[in-house]
């Protein structure tokens, strides 16, 4: 912006523009610098206002004049240092000699201070510890809701039992068998448990006994403590044995106690360690025993999902089967005609002769009393538990 009345035009030379606009900081310093060039004859000094008033003595303004001696020219520059301590202190501020005139206008902007930050990266730690917490807290019952609500249930495969229990009949494992296990598996959560404190593997190949409670229990549970590795085959072989089990069973789940763990052999330990994806290993400890406790939702987690059946209704595997037999009917007021046949054996049923009566008078042959009907047991529909049989073969019979 240029002005005339000096005889020559007054020239602008900062700022660049005669609108300027700053944002500076609350507690800065700004110093606004306003540079004209003159006639070498103009007098005068240059003159700030704020917002349309004089600056006063508040804000210091500092002229300098030199010449150009290349010319009949001069050059007066006026800084005013702004002190912005307060938000009174912002505003348009105007540097004006004769009728030329430049601005800045100063506007309040927020700092971003570290308190900010800090309380911000605070929040979001706190937020992580917090997600940690309740993930640890939170996802055994998750997993079990999922697993119940989603999970494929184990059902209509021909097994009988649930879980067969491995466990040495010492004083202690058998307290903790008897009268935790069990009763808190099947009385709480309804899994049916067959109880094995024989050994195992009493020699290197195992036997039909054992793989016929293998073959009708979903899971398999080994009670291993200082007493059952004390046994003749834990003792000889185990590596062997251990092996032997994991191709007999799917996921096998092996129950340590924290008492004994330290004085397990480095072979058992290092054998449960190497086969984490192929086995399950819990640690019972001294809180267990409560039923919230996380042992107990992982044991329920490798179990098989339970199916919630109402009042009156039996297993599920037996109920799309149609059929009749007392053995598979629950509550049936029938008597089971074959009381060995959950163990695999099929046997012969012959009717008793009718006792030898005298004859006072001739009477018409008629058939005894008190008989069960058994003409239909060849129609009968055992294909539920076809697996069980598969190991008994006619000359058995």
């Known amino acids: ?45 240059v003159t700030w206002l704020k917002n349309g008033e004089a600056a006063g003595h ?10 150009d001696v290349s010319s009949s020219v001069k050059f007066i520059s ?40 800090v309380v911000l990266a605070l929040c979001v730690f706190a937020a992580l510890v917090i997600g940690v917490i309740l993930y640890l807290k939170c996802r055994l019952n998750l997993s079990l809701w999922y697993r119940d609500k989603y999970g494929e249930p184990e059902m209509n495969d021909g097994r009988l039992f649930d879980a ?36 195992l593997l009493p020699s290197t190949e195992p036997s039909a006994e054992l793989l016929m409670n293998v073959s009708r229990c979903r899971r398999l549970i080994v009670v291993l403590s200082m007493a059952y590795l004390e046994q003749e085959w834990c003792q000889n072989n185990f590596r062997d044995g251990f092996f032997r089990l994991l191709e007999l069973s799917q996921t096998p789940i092996f129950i340590l106690f924290e008492n004994q763990y330290k004085d397990l052999p480095a072979e058992v330990i290092h054998l449960l360690n190497s086969q984490k994806g192929t086995l399950k290993t819990l640690m019972w400890k001294a809180d267990s025993v409560s039923p919230a406790s996380d042992f107990w939702k992982e044991l329920r987690l490798a179990l098989p999902r339970k199916i919630s059946l109402s009042d009156g209704k039996g297993d599920p595997q037996t109920q799309c089967q149609d059929d009749k037999d007392p053995m598979l009917t629950l509550n049936s007021e ?30 018409p042959d008629r ?3 008190g008989e069960v009907d058994i003409s239909d047991l060849g129609s009968r529909n055992y294909s539920a538990r076809s697996d069980y049989y ?4 006619e000359p058995d019979l």
């Open 164 to 199: 067969c229990v491995s466990f040495c009949p010492s004083n202690i494992d058998t307290k903790f068998t008897n009268f935790i296990l069990k009763p808190q598996l099947e009385n709480r959560y309804g899994y049916k448990l067959h109880l094995d404190e024989r050994s």
């Open 390 to 393: 598969c190991l008994v073969t």
């Open 58 to 67: 508040l804000y210091a303004g500092q002229d300098t004049v030199w010449n």
């Open 78 to 117: 006026s800084v005013l240092g702004v002190n912005l301590t307060t938000d009174e202190d912002y505003g348009k501020f105007t540097c004006q000699l004769q009728n030329v005139s430049a601005s800045f206008t100063l506007h309040k902007t927020v700092q971003a201070g570290h308190i900010a930050a």
């Open 334 to 363: 029938a008597t089971d005609l074959d009381p060995d046949g959950d163990l695999g054996v099929r046997r012969t049923f012959y009717k008793a002769p009718p006792p030898r009566i005298a004859p006072v008078t001739r009477v």
């Open 367 to 369: 058939e005894p009393t």
């Open 1 to 45: 912006m240029a002005g005339t009345e000096c005889g020559l035009p007054i020239n602008l030379i900062s700022p660049p523009t005669a609108e300027q606009e700053l944002w500076p900081h609350l507690g800065t310093t700004v110093s606004l610098n306003c540079t004209l060039q003159v006639p070498d004859s103009c007098s005068g000094s």
